[in-house]
């Protein structure tokens, strides 16, 4: 590898005790090939097979957590019938080393029917969700422990909670989605009380078992939504993360780059900032629009430890290889129409693919 490149490619062990092999991180895509129910399907397990070679830790699509609540492709972590498939999703994802996380998901407002109040994003057409009962958050703060304790036993080596990208998690912290005046709403406080209970629970299970397991959390800085939360909030929330022993804090942005919206005048990207306020506490995820190794030298030369992936994944899954291998003009950039089988990508993923990655004629 060229020497400019050598940061990407140092190891870092993280507080569980996990060793990741380089600073390389496949971020959590729907890939939308899961079986009906959830079940692990032949083409996801290629699909990630030719994607895991290579990075030091993969971190699957979202994975629901609860019955009910399922959304089809996504692969589901909802009941022990579940274990049997996960092993073999784990089995492919740590075959060359990465180690392997399964993000826990609950939709929310955005689409399970449920929600911390009965409130959609500004501008949604989505019905309006039930606001849930505290016997029913109850019940959904165990179904994540339940998740951890099935993803230990099909053999992965972490699970990253998604408290991003506008879901249950994200939710319950917002007081535009969270309107609630009970122990988990009405004051910024309160509205970490579901964050920190599914935190608590998790680490719970993972104590149990005795082993080394990463514990992670992805967040969304900032909301778009009039009443949303500001960078002023994510400071706070992000700061009293820190504090809760987790292996990694992982930062949604489509750009990692970019600067805050509001609620501060600190004019550096939100990742600058947010590296101060975390130092060393724990380990920082940054992602959003790397696309070539001078992208992932210069993201890693801000202090965040570990840097995701997602879309240049999908384009190459040889990216990291090919840095390695001084080989980074042969980096793929554009996508064609005939490349779902070189790419080995789920064929409803597939159908969709244009949302993300505009084809090339
Ligand atoms: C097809 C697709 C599916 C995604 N699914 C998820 C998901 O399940 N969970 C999640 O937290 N983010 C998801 N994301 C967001 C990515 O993890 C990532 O944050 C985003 O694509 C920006 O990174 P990139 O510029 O490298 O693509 C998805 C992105 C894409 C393109």
Request: proline share 5%; aromatic share 6%.
């Amino acid at each position: 590898m060229r020497d400019a490149y050598k940061a990407i490619f140092e190891p870092l062990q993280l507080q569980s005790g996990k060793h990741l092999k380089n600073r390389m991180v496949m971020a959590p895509m729907g890939h939308l090939g899961s079986l009906t129910g959830g079940y692990i399907s032949e083409e996801e397990l290629a699909y990630y097979d030719k994607r895991v070679r290579d990075v030091g830790m993969v971190i699957t699509s979202a994975t629901t957590i609860k019955e009910g609540t399922h959304y089809p492709g996504l692969p589901a972590v909802e009941t022990d019938e579940h274990i049997p498939g996960l092993r073999k999703l784990s089995a492919v994802l740590k075959s060359h080393g990465a180690a392997a996380v399964m993000q826990l998901l609950h939709e929310g407002a955005n689409g399970s029917g449920e929600a911390p109040s009965a409130v959609v994003a500004e501008n949604s057409e989505l019905p309006l969700p039930r606001e849930l009962s505290d016997t029913e958050i109850e019940s959904i703060i165990k179904k994540f422990g339940d998740a951890a304790r099935r993803a230990i036993e099909a053999g992965f080596d972490g699970v990253e909670i998604h408290g991003a990208n506008g879901f249950l998690v994200q939710q319950f912290t917002s007081p535009h989605y969270n309107r609630r005046m009970d122990r988990w709403g009405g004051t910024s406080e309160n509205r970490l009380a579901f964050p920190l209970a599914v935190i608590n629970e998790v680490k719970r299970v993972v104590a149990e078992s005795e082993k080394p397991f990463i514990i992670g959390y992805r967040i969304s800085p900032e909301e778009a939504e009039t009443n949303g939360l500001t960078m002023a909030d994510t400071i706070r929330n992000v700061d009293m993360l820190a504090d809760q022993g987790l292996d990694y804090i992982h930062v949604s942005l489509h750009q990692f780059w970019s600067k805050p919206r509001r609620g501060t005048n600190d004019t550096r990207s939100r990742m600058e900032i947010l590296k101060e306020v975390v130092g060393d506490r724990t380990a920082l995820i940054g992602v959003g629009e790397i696309k070539t190794p001078e992208d992932a030298a210069m993201a890693l030369s801000t202090g965040v430890e570990l840097l995701a992936i997602a879309r240049g994944l999908l384009l190459d899954p040889e990216w990291v290889q090919k840095v390695h291998e001084e080989n980074e003009d042969l980096i793929k950039k554009k996508l064609y129409r005939g490349d779902q089988l070189d790419l080995m990508l789920p064929n409803a993923l597939w159908k969709m693919i244009e949302n993300f990655i505009p084809f090339e004629d």
